[in-house]
Nanobody
Framework: QVQLVESGGGLVQAGGSLRLSCAASGRTFSTLAMGWYRQAPGKEREFVARIMWSGGSTYNADSAKGRFTISRDNAKNTVYLQMNGLKPEDTAIYYC??????????WGQGTQVTVSS
């Protein structure tokens, strides 16, 4: 089992910044990737960004390109999402995702991000 603890959400004005963190613990010896998804009210959960644990390649949704940066600290088993230029449409619950080899997925409890106009 893998446990994920997220932090860093909150309320920010449009144009502001937030940094989300997600720390993984437990059976993390086979990490393939970690990433972030989000779910806005009345919408399905959508992909935001992912980083490969070996090599550090990153993948961003079109909505995140140029504004969000995903990074990792392998030693701390932690992934970060730096969000700049936030817009009201970024308001959502952000979920951390852990993917192990064999396509095993784990999810965090979610952290609320609210962007006011």
């Amino acid at each position: 089992q893998v446990q994920l603890v997220e932090s860093g959400g909150g309320l920010v004005q449009a144009g502001g910044s937030l940094r989300l963190s997600c720390a993984a613990s437990g059976r993390t010896f086979s990490t393939l990737a970690m990433g972030w998804y989000r779910q806005a009210p009345g919408k399905e959960r959508e992909f935001v960004a992912r980083i490969m644990w070996s090599g550090g390649s990153t993948y961003n949704a079109d909505s995140a390109k140029g504004r969000f940066t995903i990074s990792r600290d392998n030693a701390k088993n932690t992934v970060y999402l730096q969000m700049n230029g936030l817009k009201p449409e970024d308001t959502a619950i952000y979920y951390c995702n852990y993917r192990g080899y064999g396509a095993t997925d784990y999810w965090g409890q979610g952290t609320q991000v609210t962007v006011s106009s």
